[in-house]
């Protein structure tokens, strides 16, 4: 019985190990690799970028306009729809009507964003 089950466990290691080292191979050494959804699903170097860029105020004044606005209708229906531009206009106003206020807050982190190399613009090759 004992023998039987060593072999067993011999057999499926041998057939899980190749397909795990697979997946590992599979992703680009000069690409990080790709975590959990976080702030946005930015890296974590850009995330940390705008909250040192940001008083601990504004940081959770965003946070805080940002979940208001996630419970907006538009934003979730432009997010259902797939449509990711029409989504982030319509998370930018919806944070806005949350707080009038958080405009330039939002500039600022949008500022550190580029500056981390985050941002939204052409990337140069």
Do not use: C, Y
């Amino acid at each position: 019985m004992k023998s039987s089950l060593a072999a067993l466990l011999a057999v499926l290691s041998a057939a899980v190990l190749p397909v795990a080292s697979f997946a590992q191979a599979t992703a680009a050494p000069d690409q990080p690799a790709r975590g959990g959804r976080g702030m946005g699903h930015g890296n974590r170097a850009t995330r940390e970028a705008v909250r040192a860029a940001l008083t601990p105020e504004e940081f959770s004044r965003l946070k805080a306009a940002r979940r208001a606005a996630m419970a907006d209708p538009a934003v979730q229906s432009a997010w259902k729809a797939g449509d990711r531009r029409g989504a982030r206009l319509a998370m930018r106003d919806a944070m806005l009507r949350a707080d009038p206020q958080i405009g330039p807050v939002m500039q600022k982190a949008m500022a550190a964003r580029r500056a981390a190399g985050g941002g939204r613009g052409k990337r140069s090759s």
